[in-house]
């Protein structure tokens, strides 16, 4: 289990540190590295900036000098930014966690999804037939792969843009291709599934042997509530993280998006996990599609209880979405980017 590289300093040790991580700052509010990296040099020589995780609005600021960071600290936490579009920046410092320390802690896996309690989350087996598999694997091995830095991908009905995290909703691509038709039918013959809409928006991941995703929640604003995901070829764990307010969280009424992100340890965050074979299908919703991040851990073998299963094959998943027009006006203004301020 690969945690934060960056966490959270012991008390009173804040000072020794030139790195500061910064919330609602980084190139999905906007803001490039380069502009973040010019705002900050006003404190001192920056070495560096580049994502705390990958929602795109949380950045590690890494200055030559502690003095620097702390200088940075002091003069931003809280206020806003007039050299950032006056972005209210959420700051605290931050140290570079030494490999040793980083700890190889699982989490219990659950093969149903009740088991998790998480609301909202059901996953159902044998969603589709191995040969269904098979011809919906030939299908996208047929089509125009995109190589991200650690696994494929192609986007239908809609671009899903990795930088920004959203998709620009004027641009359509086209229809869902007719190879997924079978499946859009089988979702909307789901039972007991609310607010159920017309999935327009589908994003086909190809994980090599061993590779997962980074925790995150899908963007509120760019995707509606349903998100559906059907594992192909090779399983997978899938890790829930839901993290509780920090003891360095401001309590002030403008603080909308610092709960959900890297934990100080473990204590703050609940962790659940939930086995994914081949041809079933999650659904996220409710809370878990907008109050729990989603981790693919990067393991090459997975324990789940007392068996081992390693990640020998490929994984490919098809994640199905629905374009969000609008604000999304969810029940969690503290991870939603809709409703956060500036
Ligand atoms: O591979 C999966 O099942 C999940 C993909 C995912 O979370 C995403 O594309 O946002
Ligand atoms: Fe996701």
Redesign the pocket.
């Known amino acids: 289990m690969v945690l934060p590289r960056f966490v959270r300093p012991k008390e009173g040790d804040s000072g020794s540190s030139p790195n500061l991580y910064v919330a609602n700052c980084g190139p999905a509010v906007g803001l490039s590295f380069d502009t973040i990296a010019s705002a900050f040099s006003s404190f001192g020589e920056v070495k560096g900036v580049h994502a705390a995780d990958e929602s795109g609005a949380r950045v590690i600021v890494s200055f030559l000098e502690p003095s620097s960071a702390h200088s940075a600290f002091n003069a931003l936490n809280g206020r806003p930014c007039t050299l950032l579009g006056g972005r209210t920046l959420h700051i605290r410092h931050s140290v570079l966690q030494p490999p040793a320390s980083r700890v190889d802690d699982s989490v219990p896996v659950s093969l149903n999804a009740p088991d998790l309690n998480i609301p909202g989350l059901y996953l159902f087996h044998d969603f589709i037939s191995a040969v269904d598999e098979e011809e919906l694997l030939q299908a996208v091995d047929a089509g125009t792969w995109k190589s991200l830095s650690k696994r494929r991908v192609q986007h239908y009905g809609y671009e899903f843009c990795y930088d920004t995290r959203n998709v620009d909703a004027k641009r359509h691509l086209g229809e869902l291709p007719s190879f997924v038709s079978f499946i859009l039918q089988r979702v909307s013959l789901l039972q007991d599934i609310p607010e159920k809409s017309d999935l327009d928006q589908l ?1 086909v ?1 190809e994980y090599p042997p061993g590779v997962g ?1 980074s925790p ?1 929640i ?1 963007t509120h604003s760019a995707f509606e509530g349903l998100i559906f ?1 059907l ?1 192909l070829a090779g399983p997978c764990i899938m890790e829930f993280r839901r993290y509780t307010a920090g003891s360095w969280v401001p309590k002030t009424a403008s603080i909308t998006d610092m709960k959900d992100e890297n934990p100080c340890d473990c204590s703050e965050l609940s962790r659940k996990a939930i086995y994914l074979p081949p041809r079933s299908m ?1 659904l996220l919703s409710g809370e878990a599609r907008y109050a729990w991040h ?1 981790y ?1 851990p990067h393991h090459k073998i997975d324990k789940v209880n007392e068996t081992t299963i390693r990640r020998g094959s490929r994984r490919v ?1 098809f ?1 199905f979405r629905k374009v969000r027009r609008g604000p999304c006006q969810c029940e969690f203004p503290q991870y939603c980017d809709s409703q956060s301020q500036r």
């Open positions: 994003t991941n995703l995150h899908d995901s594992s999650l989603h693919i998943s994640t």
